[in-house]
Every structure is written in C-alpha cells, then in structure tokens.
C-alpha cells in the first residue's frame, strides 16, 4: 500500500455517519430541552426521530463505508493493547480507534436504552405517555420514568466525556476532530483512507428505519 503523506486530506468518514452524529446532536438537546419545558409533543418527535436515526445507524454499521462499520472500530483486550503499542507513525485505517470506538457503542447502546425506556413510561397523572405504554401497568411505566432520567444523565456524563476527549485532540494533538466530522476528511494524520460502499445501500436503512418508527408509532 503506498505511503500516506502527512499533510494529505484523508477521507475518514462517509455522509451518512456525518449526518446522524449531528442530527443526535440535535435530537439529544432537543428531547433535553423539550422535557425542561414540559413540551412533551415535541418530546415524543424528538424521541421518534432518535429511534429512526438509532436503528439507521446500527444498519450502517454493518452495511456501510468501512469506517462505519462495528467490525471495523470494535476489538477486544488485545486489539486495544495492541493498538496503544503502536508507534505514532504507524498507518492506521480510518475511523475510530480501538477505544474511540468502544465509546461510540457504549453511547448508541445508552441512547438505545434511553428510547425504547421512553416508549413505556407515563407522566404522573398518566396523561402524557409514551406510545407503548398501555403494554405495562402503570406503577411499571412511572418506574420506568424515573430510569428514564437516571439514563439520561448517564449520557450527559458520556457527551461530557466525548467533548473532553475532543478538545483533547484539539489543544493537545492539534488534531481537529470537529472539522474531520463536517468535512469527512481529517490532515496531519498518517491513516489509510475509508473503503466507501454503493449509495443504493442508504436506502434500505431508510426504509427500515422509517418502518420502525411508523411500527411504534401505530
């Protein structure tokens, strides 16, 4: 394989894992700001449009560019060992390191979490509930409300941690990952570029996505 220059742009990260990190983004803050003001209809979409994104994005990690996908990022004990041996100058592939990608499945799988949680709890006086809620019985849907909370400060825990490791790369490596995500692309680094697939493979994450939102939601 040839040799990667340094001062190249590398293409590490294909549209569709640009676009769902942001709309996360998005969404997370969204649900947040939604339930500080009691706006609990706009609550509910944020929380539907997060389980269309979660479940495009778990298809994708399977059917999507390289570094996209969870074979690609996620190694056991000796993969992570291995890696923190490397030397800095070693070529690496796109995408998310050993442990980069670890954090990225631990925070799928707690938005995951988060959502379908959502889907069964019920407010105090039963009035604003989630879509499947009727599945369980009340004083179930109000424990599950609380785990609700509980799991979403778990996950501004994790986002706190994901700016701190950013900001890290930023003032310490001077390594701007930020950029990498808007533009795709990432310079001074000594990567192998992202293997990209056929565009026709978006649409039946679309279209899964969509069928399982319109399941829960019917």
């Known amino acids: 394989m040839n040799e990667i220059s340094n001062d190249t742009a590398i293409r590490v990260w294909d549209w569709p894992v640009r676009l769902t990190h942001w709309l996360f983004v998005f969404c997370i803050t969204l649900s947040w700001w939604t339930a500080?003001?009691?706006?609990?209809?706009?609550?509910?979409?944020?929380?539907?449009a997060l389980l269309g994104l979660l479940v495009f994005r778990i298809y994708w990690g399977f059917a999507g560019s390289s570094s996209a996908r969870f074979s690609?990022?996620?190694?056991?004990?000796?993969?992570?060992?291995?890696?923190?041996?490397?030397?800095?100058?070693?070529?690496?592939?796109?995408?998310?390191?050993p442990l980069g990608g670890w954090?990225?499945?631990?925070?799928?799988?707690?938005m995951l979490t988060q959502v379908a949680i959502g889907l069964f709890v019920s407010?105090?006086?039963g009035i604003e509930s989630g879509p499947l809620s009727h599945l369980v019985s009340f004083a179930t849907s109000r424990t599950l409300s609380d785990i609700h909370e509980v799991v979403f400060n778990?996950?501004?825990?994790?986002?706190?941690?994901?700016?701190?490791?950013?900001?890290?790369?930023?003032?310490?490596?001077?390594?701007?990952?930020?950029?990498?995500?808007?533009?795709?692309?990432?310079?001074?680094?000594?990567?192998?570029?992202?293997?990209?697939?056929?565009a026709w493979r978006i649409l039946p994450g679309i279209a899964l996505a969509s069928g399982v939102v319109w399941w829960v939601v019917n």
């Open 36 to 48: 500080e003001k009691n706006m609990m209809d706009w609550h509910l979409y944020s929380g539907y």
């Open 72 to 97: 690609h990022f996620l190694r056991g004990p000796s993969g992570i060992i291995a890696y923190m041996r490397e030397s800095r100058e070693a070529h690496r592939d796109a995408g998310h390191n």
């Open 103 to 110: 954090s990225v499945a631990v925070m799928l799988a707690l």
């Open 123 to 125: 407010d105090v006086d």
């Open 154 to 198: 778990v996950i501004l825990t994790f986002v706190g941690l994901h700016i701190a490791a950013i900001l890290f790369y930023l003032l310490v490596k001077k390594d701007n990952l930020i950029v990498a995500m808007l533009t795709g692309h990432r310079r001074n680094v000594r990567v192998r570029p992202m293997q990209p697939v056929p």
